[in-house]
């Protein structure tokens, strides 16, 4: 049988596994923090519209630089951060892991590093690894805030090219206060001209604000966004990043021409319409999160302080075991591999009642 290993792969990619988390069949799937509420019928409707105009044109290529869809997105930022950006500050692809493989086949490559702040999202490594750039992983504390002090000496030591800070990080849920990102920054500059890429993925279920403003003045600052979670959109696959206008036209050495296609514009332009709509959740979703929290550590868990859309629990001497018993009973949690802890994405009330019906039984069982 011919397997990968015997073919004439880069020698970086053998043995490696791919991104999967696992698509289970299951009544509650809490594993890929997504937002569990369907889109309304209105922007169905709004979709539907859009799309049909768009279709009527698909036999030319898309807007190739997608002016209409970054202008409503720059607008989006500037409405929600009260900073102003522009359409010469945004850019948009599919899905923020394209935004971060293009800054990585723009700033990274072979020869080059990125540096990220472990555990955090396993693709900052993967996509640095797809693109033959060197990976380097930085330390955490162990309540999962960043290491300041350890952070500066790793970016002293490897001067990478890239570092990637995930606000909120990533399984673990934890805020990166702008006070640390700014430092990390001083620290990447000093050491060798470096990109500084702010991942705020989950930035819209934080207590606190986007560091959106910190691009100012800062052209190797560069912040990345989503459309797949506070907006309910991930299968709509459209990620965006602000950033000094350079980086923007850095990005475009590498875009594949014609990347997004007519009808993912259409369909994203449609969704930022309803943005008020959308994102009505969003306050919903924080509350059940913060009663995750609460309810886990009255069960008897210990709990990392979340800013995002889903919970890191534990501590478990074998978190898969237990992930398997959760699944056992219906529910489908995250096993990160993280070593003592898993993952919960907050879902409908309903889900979430469920999933803690699921772990108070397990805290029972071993009582
Ligand atoms: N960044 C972080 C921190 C994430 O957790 C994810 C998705 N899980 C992404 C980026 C990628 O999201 P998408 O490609 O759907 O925009």
Same mark, same amino acid.
């Given at each position: 049988?011919?397997?990968? $290993? $015997?073919?004439?792969?880069?020698?970086?990619?053998?043995?490696?596994?791919?991104?999967?988390?696992?698509?289970? $069949? %299951?009544?509650?799937?809490?594993?890929?923090?997504?937002?569990?509420?369907?889109?309304?019928?209105?922007?169905?409707?709004?979709?539907?519209?859009?799309?049909?105009?768009? @279709?009527?044109?698909?036999?030319?290529?898309?807007?190739?630089?997608? %002016?209409?869809?970054?202008?409503?997105?720059?607008?989006?930022?500037? $409405?929600?951060?009260?900073?102003?950006?522009?359409?010469?500050?945004?850019? @948009?692809?599919?899905?923020?892991?394209?935004? +971060?493989?293009?800054?990585?086949?723009?700033?990274?490559?072979?020869?080059?590093?990125? +540096?990220?702040?472990?555990?955090?999202?396993?693709?900052?490594?993967?996509?640095?690894?797809?693109?033959?750039?060197?990976? +380097?992983?930085?330390?955490?504390?162990?309540?999962?805030?960043?290491?300041?002090?350890?952070?500066?000496?790793?970016?002293?030591?490897?001067?990478?090219?890239?570092?990637?800070?995930?606000?909120?990080?990533?399984?673990?849920?934890?805020?990166?206060?702008?006070?640390?990102?700014?430092?990390?920054?001083?620290?990447?500059?000093?050491?060798?001209?470096?990109?500084?890429?702010?991942?705020?993925?989950?930035?819209?279920?934080?207590?606190?604000?986007?560091?959106?403003?910190?691009?100012?003045?800062?052209?190797?600052?560069?912040?990345?966004?989503?459309?797949?979670?506070?907006?309910?959109?991930?299968?709509?696959?459209?990620?965006?990043?602000?950033?000094?206008?350079?980086? %923007?036209?850095?990005? =475009?050495?590498?875009?594949?021409?014609?990347?997004?296609? @007519?009808?993912?514009?259409?369909?994203?332009?449609?969704?930022?319409?309803?943005?008020?709509?959308?994102?009505?959740?969003?306050? =919903?979703?924080?509350?059940?999160?913060?009663?995750?929290?609460?309810?886990?550590?009255?069960?008897?868990?210990?709990?990392?302080?979340?800013? @995002?859309?889903? %919970? =890191?629990?534990?501590?478990?001497?074998?978190?898969?075991?237990?992930? =398997?018993?959760?699944?056992?009973?219906?529910?489908?949690?995250?096993?990160?591999?993280?070593?003592?802890?898993?993952?919960?994405?907050?879902?409908?009330?309903?889900?979430?009642?469920?999933?803690?019906?699921?772990?108070?039984?397990?805290?029972?069982?071993?009582?």
């Amino acid at each position: 049988m011919t397997d990968i $290993d $015997d073919l004439p792969v880069r020698d970086e990619l053998r043995g490696k596994s791919p991104y999967g988390a696992p698509q289970l $069949d %299951v009544p509650v799937r809490l594993n890929t923090n997504e937002n569990p509420y369907p889109l309304p019928e209105p922007l169905v409707e709004r979709i539907t519209e859009r799309v049909r105009e768009a @279709a009527r044109n698909l036999n030319r290529y898309p807007d190739r630089d997608a %002016v209409e869809l970054r202008t409503q997105l720059a607008k989006y930022l500037t $409405d929600t951060s009260g900073h102003e950006v522009g359409l010469a500050n945004v850019w @948009a692809a599919n899905g923020s892991n394209e935004v +971060i493989q293009q800054l990585l086949q723009t700033f990274g490559g072979p020869g080059r590093t990125a +540096i990220g702040f472990e555990p955090s999202y396993s693709m900052h490594g993967l996509i640095s690894r797809g693109t033959g750039t060197g990976w +380097i992983s930085g330390p955490r504390n162990e309540d999962f805030t960043i290491d300041l002090a350890a952070a500066e000496k790793a970016i002293a030591e490897n001067r990478p090219d890239v570092v990637f800070v995930t606000t909120p990080n990533n399984p673990t849920g934890t805020a990166v206060p702008a006070e640390t990102v700014l430092a990390l920054y001083e620290a990447a500059q000093a050491a060798k001209p470096s990109l500084v890429v702010v991942d705020e993925a989950y930035i819209e279920f934080s207590h606190g604000a986007s560091l959106l403003p910190l691009i100012e003045g800062r052209p190797n600052l560069v912040v990345s966004r989503t459309m797949s979670k506070a907006f309910g959109a991930a299968g709509l696959r459209l990620g965006y990043l602000a950033a000094h206008p350079a980086v %923007v036209d850095a990005v =475009q050495l590498v875009r594949l021409p014609y990347h997004l296609s @007519a009808i993912t514009q259409a369909t994203a332009l449609a969704a930022l319409e309803h943005t008020d709509t959308l994102l009505k959740y969003v306050e =919903q979703l924080k509350a059940e999160r913060d009663r995750l929290v609460a309810e886990l550590l009255a069960a008897g868990y210990e709990v990392t302080a979340s800013d @995002a859309n889903f %919970v =890191q629990f534990g501590r478990f001497d074998d978190s898969h075991t237990v992930w =398997q018993k959760i699944l056992d009973r219906g529910v489908l949690v995250r096993d990160n591999g993280v070593p003592g802890w898993l993952r919960v994405t907050a879902g409908t009330p309903e889900e979430n009642d469920a999933f803690l019906d699921a772990v108070r039984e397990l805290k029972k069982e071993q009582s």
